[in-house]
């Protein structure tokens, strides 16, 4: 599995952006997890959002509940976090990571709570700075 992410940059307060992680090697609409992830200066990697193919579930941090959206284009397997009302505090590299939905692993495995060691796979990261 190969992933890209893309879309990050600097922003003001109240301001948006959209992420995008396209994946290959695995198919949004039949066998794959994506979580996003972020890392700000020296604290750790966090659960941001997850999305996956076997159910219509998703996960969102509490701190971004209602401020974030993430979606899917099954057509580009291309997975989208629409973020609004960014804050500072937002402000970190973000990942987006795979994980394969089987038998032995659902999509309530990698999007319950995201889990950095859940993922297997993972994209580099792209730069979120929100600053006047």
């Known amino acids: 599995v190969q992933l890209q992410a893309s879309g990050g940059g600097l922003v003001q307060p109240g301001g948006s952006l959209r992420l995008s992680c396209a994946a290959s090697?695995?198919?949004?609409?039949?066998?794959?997890?994506i979580g996003w992830f972020r890392q700000a200066p020296g604290k750790g990697r966090e659960g941001v959002s997850c999305?996956?193919?076997?159910?219509?579930?998703?996960y969102y941090a509490d701190s971004v509940k209602g401020r974030f959206t993430i979606s899917r284009d099954n057509a580009k397997n291309t997975v989208y976090l629409q973020m609004n009302s960014l804050k500072p505090e937002d402000t970190a590299e973000y990942y987006c990571?795979?994980?394969?939905?089987?038998?032995?692993?659902?999509?309530?495995?990698?999007?319950?709570?995201?889990?950095?060691?859940?993922?297997?796979?993972w994209g580099q990261g792209t730069q979120v700075t929100v600053s006047s």
């Open positions: 999305i996956s193919s076997s159910d219509l579930g998703t």
């Open positions: 990571a795979a994980g394969y939905v089987n038998e032995y692993y659902s999509g309530s495995y990698y999007c319950g709570e995201p889990r950095t060691f859940a993922f297997d796979y």
């Open positions: 090697g695995c198919s949004l609409d039949y066998d794959c997890a």
